[in-house]
């Protein structure tokens, strides 16, 4: 495997619509417009039934986790299941020495079982991508959160969950806290929001935690919490690793949450009608106080349920998108039939 | 959290149907019999198709276990498949300190993504409560069995089999056989024969496996088998644990069986048409016999098979009793309008 | 439990049609081409949608793998969800000294829970017959592997993957490389190639890795690689396991792939249209080059995708058969009534 020196997995069909969904970076504007209209199709408050559609009649959708997560993969399936799809859940260990030809000979397995769309999830930035760039022309490949790198579908729940409450993403304060530097979930808002048109994007973080000045161009940056949620209408809390601590320099959590714990206290320095956002799970009483985590501005319940919305909208595009005539008399439709086993 | 002193969480809406069902204790007798009666209708004999219907139809369940049981997790899903839910099955392992916490976080996640009814199966008794306490009013929870303290479906589905056999409770002699002291199936099946009107129920059981004198108000007690079952119409084995054996100064399994094993011999003690229960897994050669556990007077695996009934029966009713006027205008379900995010 | 002087679960009901599938040996040919002519009914090329059908409406499938094995267990599943049945999904692990007693009480447990088909798979050669012989009349087993002693489906989809390269079976040379004393894959294989009329079948494997004489009756047996595909129009490649290289005599996976490993240049001694097939997982570098793996007369994916086929058409055979007037009034039905627990 080259795994240094490729060309990504192209995102798009030749007509433009949505193939692989493993980054919101470069994804144009029209179409995250476009998902996050669906997502907020498919939205519906908690106590009502949920939506549903049978638009995935006929499709299998396979959860292919080698990293637990019951939040995301519950999501997912739930959202294919709500669709009509048919759902294969796979939680596996892979030896790292053989990892990526063993998820590909995984992968190509599943395929030939008729798989229609893989969700992967993988503490490894490239897997992805590398399964994206092999798979037939037929299949979609979504992530479900890869290394620091991205997590797409958070990305686009977390920006559904800002406009329901905010109307907008350009002209909003936001702050991202705490270790953004290893964070897929920031990158991943990051991406949505600048391509939303938003100018105050604030990263906030121990210098440890810090990103390289090379990425999350124009973010202004900021080493003291109450400094940098200061008149935001979004607060973005991200999950803190003990790991980090120690590199961050600070001796545990009862050190962190005195300097970098969101308090109601430290929650007044943003505006009156700041939004508090986490992507869970969350270390209460390290990051965030409980009372602010269930308190009246905390958002963090509808960024879940926005999360089986967006899923939703995802399967859906990447099933229409596969349809188009574009595809099915297009180039990689004969390279499929060039590389099946009867010339 | 605070688990000592609380009210537990009311098991029956204001109209008096059913809302979560933690035990069996209290239940009202209407109400019991009307579970029972459900179930009865959804009984089939084996080898004839399993009932089916589309009461769950739009509805999500999520069974959530931290103890693994095949048995009770499979015949939850299965009654919930054929009522035409969707399904969502989670085993997990949460760390003890943040047993409450975890759990509470993980449930409320779940719960946005509209999960309607939780099975939960926890070493700990006060789990499923804690959760009932703090589920939206939407939300039912389903107790799979928790620590000594509970396991009402099986409770429900014992009482089923021997009305099946017997046709009623009332009059009739049950014995209940082993480790009643640490036993949460003895505990419920109690529950609802007394509240069926029995008034000859046995607790048979070394000294040390016996409840505390204050549990079971107004059973016999006895220490030896043979006195415990003589002449009575229902023998109700318990599963006994190897470490239970040591606390009851009983060095070993051969020991066991010789002393406390069902043997042919030893039932014939009991009415010439007694009927055996045992709520498995069975240690055969331990507790019991294989010719008893095979035998005529078994009846076993008619447990089982009323186990996916009475799950039916419960299922519908939480899902039916949530659906009713007097609840959907009620106050809990303003109170969760004003839990939610935008006031 | 008396596993060594058994008669064989029986495979077929009275009026032929069939109950079981545990292995290929002596099953008709006329049932072996039914099969292969429904499994190539559910045959679809990759990027057309997969076969459906409503055949087992009604119907549950229980899978049991006390081995992991997610292609197989995916594979019998989907097949399970595209004809309609309800599907429960289990793995478990069972002590080995207990292992036929614990299996058959959780076999005893799934069946009271109304389940039709069984899919057991077992490092242990004989536990799925065992099972077949104690379950109810109405019941189905289905092997997904056990032992070194048959993987049924298996040999239909190689069979099949053959027939749709190759136009028939009789009358082909057919090489089966690499470690075929202890392959499952290779005895199955062999029994349905037999019983369609192959007469030169030839095993090819170091001296440890051959079978006893007593077994594969009637095939050339090779000791060079080279030697044995000559001229042939399959390779069916094997398996390798690390431990059966030291029985071998063969340091390393660098040495028998020096030795045994088929490159291109090996497969040059076979015919130009011979195909390569392989069961999967691949040790890619050890028994297999990756050249070969993915090169033109790979038919490996082939395999994957007809397993899904073949499936369907074992479970919607196993399903037909029970409802035939023959059975459903049979001496097995009638044992089945006696065996409840009301005589």
Chains 1, 2, 3 share one sequence.
Not at 76 to 105: C, H, N, T, Y
Not at 314 to 329: C, F, H, K, N, W
């Amino acid at each position: 495997m080259n795994q240094q020196s490729h060309e990504r997995a192209p995102a798009l069909h030749a007509d433009g619509s949505l193939r692989h969904l493993l980054t919101l970076e470069g994804l144009p504007r029209a179409l995250l417009e476009r998902l996050l209209e669906r997502a907020q199709h498919y939205s519906r408050p908690l106590g009502t039934p949920p939506a549903r559609s049978q638009a995935l009649q006929g499709i299998t959708v396979a959860t292919l986790f080698t990293e637990p997560s019951t939040r995301t993969r519950v999501s997912f399936e739930l959202a294919a299941q709500r669709l009509g799809a048919d759902v294969a859940s796979i939680e596996m260990q892979l030896s790292s020495r053989l990892k990526g030809e063993s998820m590909l000979d995984t992968i190509r397995t599943l395929e030939s079982l008729h798989v229609d769309v893989f969700v992967l999830r993988d503490a490894q930035t490239d897997v992805p991508d590398l399964v994206a760039r092999n798979v037939a022309a037929h299949v979609s490949v979504l992530s479900g959160g890869a290394g620091n790198y991205a997590h797409p579908t958070q990305g686009l729940l977390d920006t559904l969950t800002i406009l329901q409450h905010k109307g907008r993403i350009a002209g909003l304060s936001i702050a991202i806290v705490g270790d953004v530097r290893h964070s897929r979930v920031a990158r991943s808002a990051w991406h949505a929001f600048a391509t939303l048109g938003a100018t105050d994007i604030r990263l906030v973080a121990p210098p440890a935690l810090m990103p390289n000045e090379q990425e999350f161009g124009g973010c202004a940056r900021f080493h003291r919490l109450e400094d940098g949620i200061a008149g935001c209408d979004v607060v973005m809390m991200l999950r803190i690793q003990k790991e980090r601590m120690t590199e961050a320099a600070i001796p545990g959590a009862a050190e962190y949450f005195a300097e970098w714990g969101l308090t109601p206290q430290r929650l007044a320095a943003a505006r009156p009608d700041a939004i508090v956002m986490h992507p869970q799970p969350m270390n209460r009483g390290i990051e965030i106080a409980s009372q602010v985590a269930d308190g009246p501005q905390s958002v963090i319940r509808d960024q879940v349920r926005n999360g089986v919305a967006v899923r939703m909208a995802v399967l859906e595009a990447v099933i229409a998108g596969r349809s188009s005539p574009a595809l099915s008399t297009g180039k990689d439709a004969a390279d499929w039939r060039q590389r099946g086993p009867r010339p």
